[in-house]
């Protein structure tokens, strides 16, 4: 751990996070769903889903600006729901920052310290302590309005890290950013992390962000969350529809399952049949699912299915040329690696999808 | 043609109708406002007799007892209106923006009830229920023993101006606190702050410049009035000494002319210490997307005292009007704690007599009115829509009027125009007309932010298209522009009509005869007999009425406006 940060005590040592069974309504709007969920001490954790999915709410209610109908929420093994938030010792950067704009970046980072009613010397040791650990020491007498996006966002860390919380709320906190920035900053906050060891939940709609620089992701969706896991888990092995579809692009093929015994395929909509590896979870209802680069158009490779379709447009992306094909009546996205030289396939031109049954997927909605 | 050259992607203008309508407006402008103001302020350093540049009527004005007095007095009365317009400002705001509290509409609503009655109107009424021998006195005198100086000299004054003006501190306050977004708090409260520390850091540092804009309006409408003293029979302070010098001294005594700068020096003063507190404060944190500070619940106990508060200071700001609607409908109410008995006869007495200054006062404030939102419109569009030289002059020229208090005008008109005569002989200052121009003057620097308003909601690509398709500038103006601004211009008619309909200050020094006096002028007249003030009362509740109408109509248009914007846009 880094000498300077040791030094003034601002790493702590890392708390876990227990959520068992939170129901929370606003109104008679049910808005988290019988919640569970635990994460580790340490771990940079996201909450991933699209607007309104309730993953903001609860991070609001582990941070006190919520109330929960039952359930615990509870940090190192202590339930915290019936704390107020200004005494929870629980860090939160806003998503607007929320810098007091009549007061200096100091007086800012000083705030929590001097609530705390710590000594002058003290309060001031671990101010310009928060501030070398943004580097934005040489700005602490400017007003936020001072400064740019970046900057403004360093010294909302800077505020929250100084009281040394038991964890660090980020609530989409590279959402004012630009796109540069965003990068940056992402990087700068994972290191960051890591050199204070505290537990950090990062809230975000960007699959990216939340692939890049966290441990786990909770995917959440309608107040429920969807599933748990490491970014390549949630990638390879999607436990529903939901998670498929909203890391990653997901093709999506209707058909019944047919075959008897220890052989069973699944008959595509529209053509086609698939033999289901002996092992693979098949849900009821279940559609094939597979990533538009696990798929070959053309000459199949060996052990491949085949799946007889029509080329109904394409793109180039540099790379890769995506190609959507209509296979019945849907359409999915195939991707082919680009050189210089490769003959692209016409739009209106039968094409055949190879799919090796390894890669595919029977999923859930 | 350097202006039109130098930016190609501005407009090419028609000089010539934006050249006359310029020179219209300065005109109008420097006659009516720069050359009276001029004038007082020129009069004030001339010496009396050799007419040379002097410092001598300074001296004069503070080596002279009453002089200073009334100076302090009008510093005092206005430092103390502001105090307690803030004590009766500041529960109302904060409770009505920060916790969950049935009737906040009705409170804010309420809160602005006093604004539409001239406060002089209300001084007579407060009198009758807070004087030595009112309601309030009278009570306390039978149950208790003793009285409570409400209304004794200066402290009418302050409870009067107080009840009256303190809405402006609770509009720009609420207003601040609303701006304040909820992350504001809730980061104070995540890093450990709460309760009163928390409204002490963050709240209210936050919303200070809202409520400074506020006091220092307070502080500048109280010091200029000159009305509510002089109903109240406070001689010794400045406004109504500016008056009794030049009405019974005389037009030629410079103290009049000495204390209306001082009157300005002191507005100037304020807004300039209004102007320092907001600068580089635009603390509207609202973010896309949240509220305003979160609300919270209050526990049972808190109601009960939250609720009491909130009705007494309603029913104390409401008080004049309740004593002016009884004394409308009163036979005979003296040394009693309610009217003796009830009768129409008063309503009947105005309506037969004095439906003149009815129909006067909606002559010259719908006058006053449209010249407001012809000029002020104008201005708009030539500030924000042309280049042409000048238009920066003709928005500080209409703003200046901000500093001039009524009775400086009225005194600036009464010098300058006086002398003029027309060709029957009638002294130019004694025509009627002349009082619909002070108005004018006077509320012009609302009805502009009205017209910049409306106009800035227009985005110019509109007026682009139509010129694309051929219109030109004036066409433009007639089809495009004036149709979509019709909205915000009613909103600043019926505000300058409002405001000018309950005026007196200037009125009260052009008014020459009877047949010429609008309603704020009538009340005066009438509430200065006991036997005057039942119709007096009955004249002030059409007075309250009328404005009530016109603020209604205003709020219906400004909504009507907002929605129809959605389309506009």
Same mark, same amino acid.
């Given at each position: 751990?880094?000498?300077?940060?040791?030094?003034?005590?601002?790493?702590?040592?890392?708390?876990?996070?227990?959520?068992?069974?939170?129901?929370?309504?606003?109104?008679?709007?049910?808005?988290?769903?019988?919640?569970?969920?635990?994460?580790?001490?340490?771990?940079?954790?996201?909450?991933?889903?699209?607007?309104?999915?309730?993953?903001?709410?609860?991070?609001?209610?582990?941070?006190?600006?919520?109330?929960?109908?039952?359930?615990?929420?509870?940090?190192?093994?202590?339930?915290?729901?019936?704390?107020?938030?200004?005494?929870?010792?629980?860090?939160?950067?806003?998503?607007?920052?929320?810098?007091?704009?009549?007061?200096?970046?100091?007086?800012?980072?000083?705030?929590?310290?001097?609530?705390?009613?710590?000594?002058?010397?003290?309060?001031?040791?671990?101010?310009?302590?928060?501030?070398?650990?943004?580097?934005?020491?040489?700005?602490?007498?400017?007003?936020?309005?001072?400064?740019?996006?970046?900057?403004?966002?360093?010294?909302?860390?800077?505020?929250?890290?100084?009281?040394?919380?038991?964890?660090?709320?980020?609530?989409?906190?590279?959402?004012?950013?630009?796109?540069?920035?965003?990068?940056?900053?992402?990087?700068?906050?994972?290191?960051?992390?890591?050199?204070?060891?505290?537990?950090?939940?990062?809230?975000?709609?960007?699959?990216?962000?939340?692939?890049?620089?966290?441990?786990?992701?909770?995917?959440?969706?309608?107040?429920?969350?969807?599933?748990?896991?490491?970014?390549?888990?949630?990638?390879?092995?999607?436990?529903?529809?939901?998670?498929?579809?909203?890391?990653?692009?997901?093709?999506?093929?209707?058909?019944?399952?047919?075959?008897?015994?220890?052989?069973?395929?699944?008959?595509?909509?529209?053509?086609?049949?698939?033999?289901?590896?002996?092992?693979?979870?098949?849900?009821?209802?279940?559609?094939?699912?597979?990533?538009?680069?696990?798929?070959?158009?053309?000459?199949?490779?060996?052990?491949?299915?085949?799946?007889?379709?029509?080329?109904?447009?394409?793109?180039?992306?540099?790379?890769?040329?995506?190609?959507?094909?209509?296979?019945?009546?849907?359409?999915?996205?195939?991707?082919?690696?680009?050189?210089?030289?490769?003959?692209?396939?016409?739009?209106?031109?039968?094409?055949?999808?190879?799919?090796?049954?390894?890669?595919?997927?029977?999923?859930?909605? | 043609?350097?202006?039109?050259?130098?930016?190609?992607?501005?407009?090419?203008?028609?000089?010539?109708?934006?050249?006359?309508?310029?020179?219209?407006?300065?005109?109008?402008?420097?006659?009516?406002?720069?050359?009276?103001?001029?004038?007082?302020?020129?009069?004030?350093?001339?010496?009396?007799?050799?007419?040379?540049?002097?410092?001598?009527?300074?001296?004069?004005?503070?080596?002279?007892?009453?002089?200073?007095?009334?100076?302090?007095?009008?510093?005092?009365?206005?430092?103390?209106?502001?105090?307690?317009?803030?004590?009766?400002?500041?529960?109302?705001?904060?409770?009505?923006?920060?916790?969950?509290?049935?009737?906040?509409?009705?409170?804010?609503?309420?809160?602005?009830?006093?604004?539409?009655?001239?406060?002089?109107?209300?001084?007579?009424?407060?009198?009758?229920?807070?004087?030595?021998?009112?309601?309030?006195?009278?009570?306390?005198?039978?149950?208790?023993?003793?009285?409570?100086?409400?209304?004794?000299?200066?402290?009418?004054?302050?409870?009067?101006?107080?009840?009256?003006?303190?809405?402006?501190?609770?509009?720009?306050?609420?207003?601040?606190?609303?701006?304040?977004?909820?992350?504001?708090?809730?980061?104070?409260?995540?890093?450990?702050?709460?309760?009163?520390?928390?409204?002490?850091?963050?709240?209210?540092?936050?919303?200070?410049?809202?409520?400074?804009?506020?006091?220092?309006?307070?502080?500048?409408?109280?010091?200029?009035?000159?009305?509510?003293?002089?109903?109240?029979?406070?001689?010794?302070?400045?406004?109504?000494?500016?008056?009794?010098?030049?009405?019974?001294?005389?037009?030629?005594?410079?103290?009049?002319?000495?204390?209306?700068?001082?009157?300005?020096?002191?507005?100037?003063?304020?807004?300039?210490?209004?102007?320092?507190?907001?600068?580089?404060?635009?603390?509207?944190?609202?973010?896309?997307?949240?509220?305003?500070?979160?609300?919270?619940?209050?526990?049972?106990?808190?109601?009960?005292?939250?609720?009491?508060?909130?009705?007494?200071?309603?029913?104390?700001?409401?008080?004049?009007?309740?004593?002016?609607?009884?004394?409308?409908?009163?036979?005979?109410?003296?040394?009693?704690?309610?009217?003796?008995?009830?009768?129409?006869?008063?309503?009947?007495?105005?309506?037969?007599?004095?439906?003149?200054?009815?129909?006067?006062?909606?002559?010259?404030?719908?006058?006053?009115?449209?010249?407001?939102?012809?000029?002020?419109?104008?201005?708009?569009?030539?500030?924000?829509?042309?280049?042409?030289?000048?238009?920066?002059?003709?928005?500080?020229?209409?703003?200046?009027?901000?500093?001039?208090?009524?009775?400086?005008?009225?005194?600036?008109?009464?010098?300058?125009?006086?002398?003029?005569?027309?060709?029957?002989?009638? *002294?130019? /200052? &004694? @025509?009627? %007309?002349?009082? $619909?121009?002070?108005? #004018?003057?006077?509320? +012009?620097?609302?009805?502009?932010?009205?017209?910049?308003?409306?106009?800035?909601?227009?985005?110019?690509?509109?007026?682009?298209?139509?010129?694309?398709?051929?219109?030109?500038?004036?066409?433009?103006?007639?089809?495009?522009?004036?149709?979509?601004?019709?909205?915000?211009?009613?909103?600043?008619?019926?505000?300058?009509?409002?405001?000018?309909?309950?005026?007196?200050?200037?009125?009260?020094?052009?008014?020459?005869?009877?047949?010429?006096?609008?309603?704020?002028?009538?009340?005066?007249?009438?509430?200065?007999?006991?036997?005057?003030?039942? *119709?007096? /009362? &009955? @004249?002030? %509740?059409?007075? $309250?009425?009328?404005? #009530?109408?016109?603020? +209604?109509?205003?709020?219906?248009?400004?909504?009507?406006?907002?929605?129809?914007?959605?389309?506009?846009?």
């Amino acid at each position: 751990m880094d000498a300077m940060v040791t030094g003034t005590g601002l790493a702590g040592s890392a708390k876990e996070i227990n959520i068992r069974d939170v129901d929370l309504f606003y109104g008679d709007l049910h808005v988290l769903k019988n919640v569970n969920l635990d994460i580790r001490p340490g771990e940079f954790f996201a909450f991933l889903g699209p607007s309104g999915c309730g993953k903001t709410t609860l991070l609001r209610l582990i941070a006190g600006f919520n109330t929960a109908r039952n359930g615990q929420v509870m940090i190192a093994g202590k339930d915290v729901l019936g704390t107020p938030p200004w005494k929870r010792d629980i860090g939160m950067v806003f998503q607007s920052y929320a810098l007091w704009p009549h007061l200096t970046v100091r007086k800012n980072v000083a705030f929590g310290l001097e609530e705390r009613r710590l000594p002058r010397a003290e309060i001031d040791r671990d101010v310009n302590a928060a501030l070398d650990l943004v580097g934005l020491r040489h700005l602490a007498d400017r007003r936020p309005a001072q400064l740019s996006g970046g900057q403004q966002q360093r010294v909302a860390v800077a505020r929250t890290i100084a009281i040394e919380p038991k964890v660090l709320l980020l609530d989409e906190p590279l959402s004012n950013l630009d796109a540069k920035m965003r990068v940056q900053v992402r990087r700068e906050l994972r290191d960051l992390q890591q050199r204070l060891h505290l537990t950090t939940i990062f809230v975000t709609h960007d699959q990216e962000e939340a692939n890049t620089i966290c441990d786990r992701i909770a995917v959440f969706n309608d107040g429920q969350i969807q599933q748990v896991g490491t970014p390549m888990e949630l990638y390879e092995k999607p436990t529903n529809l939901f998670v498929a579809n909203f890391l990653g692009t997901a093709n999506i093929l209707n058909g019944k399952i047919g075959g008897a015994g220890a052989a069973k395929t699944f008959e595509v909509e529209g053509g086609g049949v698939v033999p289901i590896p002996e092992g693979a979870g098949v849900p009821a209802n279940g559609k094939l699912v597979f990533r538009p680069q696990y798929a070959t158009l053309g000459k199949a490779a060996e052990g491949a299915v085949r799946l007889p379709g029509t080329i109904v447009h394409r793109e180039f992306l540099g790379a890769t040329v995506r190609y959507g094909v209509k296979i019945g009546s849907s359409e999915v996205l195939v991707d082919q690696p680009f050189h210089s030289g490769a003959s692209l396939l016409e739009t209106g031109t039968a094409a055949d999808v190879g799919l090796q049954p390894a890669s595919a997927l029977w999923l859930a909605a | 043609m350097a202006y039109a050259l130098s930016s190609p992607s501005q407009r090419v203008s028609s000089r010539p109708g934006q050249t006359a309508a310029v020179l219209v407006i300065a005109l109008f402008l420097g006659v009516f406002l720069i050359v009276p103001a001029g004038t007082v302020i020129y009069t004030a350093f001339t010496d009396k007799g050799t007419g040379t540049f002097t410092f001598v009527n300074f001296f004069d004005f503070f080596g002279t007892d009453l002089f200073v007095r009334s100076f302090w007095n009008s510093v005092y009365v206005s430092g103390m209106s502001v105090v307690w317009a803030t004590v009766l400002a500041l529960p109302l705001a904060v409770l009505t923006t920060r916790f969950e509290f049935r009737g906040a509409i009705v409170i804010q609503t309420l809160g602005f009830v006093p604004l539409i009655m001239p406060p002089f109107v209300g001084a007579v009424a407060m009198q009758l229920l807070f004087g030595r021998n009112g309601t309030v006195n009278l009570l306390l005198n039978d149950r208790f023993g003793f009285k409570l100086p409400f209304m004794d000299g200066l402290n009418g004054v302050i409870f009067v101006q107080s009840l009256h003006y303190f809405p402006f501190i609770l509009i720009n306050l609420s207003t601040s606190l609303r701006n304040i977004d909820r992350s504001m708090e809730e980061a104070a409260q995540n890093l450990g702050a709460s309760g009163f520390r928390l409204f002490r850091r963050i709240v209210f540092p936050l919303a200070m410049p809202g409520y400074l804009a506020g006091a220092s309006l307070v502080f500048v409408k109280v010091f200029d009035d000159l009305a509510t003293p002089l109903l109240l029979n406070v001689k010794d302070m400045l406004a109504p000494q500016a008056y009794l010098r030049v009405t019974s001294v005389g037009l030629t005594d410079p103290m009049g002319y000495v204390i209306s700068v001082i009157l300005i020096a002191v507005s100037i003063f304020a807004m300039w210490v209004s102007a320092i507190a907001m600068r580089g404060k635009d603390y509207s944190t609202v973010q896309r997307g949240g509220g305003g500070l979160s609300r919270r619940q209050l526990g049972t106990g808190e109601s009960v005292v939250a609720y009491g508060v909130v009705m007494l200071i309603l029913l104390l700001v409401l008080s004049p009007h309740i004593g002016l609607l009884l004394l409308s409908f009163a036979t005979v109410w003296s040394f009693s704690p309610l009217p003796d008995a009830f009768t129409v006869a008063h309503y009947g007495r105005v309506f037969g007599e004095s439906s003149l200054y009815i129909k006067n006062t909606l002559i010259y404030a719908s006058l006053a009115g449209l010249i407001d939102v012809a000029v002020g419109g104008a201005i708009a569009y030539l500030v924000l829509r042309t280049r042409i030289v000048g238009r920066r002059w003709l928005d500080w020229a209409a703003t200046s009027a901000l500093a001039i208090p009524g009775v400086v005008l009225g005194i600036g008109y009464l010098r300058t125009f006086y002398g003029v005569t027309l060709p029957d002989g009638t *002294p130019l /200052a &004694a @025509l009627w %007309v002349m009082v $619909v121009l002070a108005l #004018a003057i006077r509320r +012009l620097p609302y009805a502009l932010r009205a017209c910049y308003a409306a106009l800035q909601q227009i985005s110019e690509s509109l007026e682009e298209a139509a010129e694309n398709l051929g219109a030109t500038k004036f066409h433009t103006v007639r089809r495009i522009v004036l149709p979509l601004m019709m909205g915000g211009l009613l909103a600043g008619f019926v505000t300058s009509f409002s405001t000018a309909a309950v005026e007196l200050s200037a009125t009260l020094m052009l008014i020459q005869s009877n047949s010429d006096a609008p309603i704020a002028y009538g009340l005066y007249v009438f509430m200065q007999s006991p036997a005057g003030r039942g *119709p007096g /009362a &009955a @004249l002030g %509740v059409i007075a $309250v009425v009328m404005v #009530a109408l016109c603020t +209604l109509l205003s709020h219906y248009v400004i909504e009507r406006r907002q929605k129809a914007n959605g389309m506009a846009k």
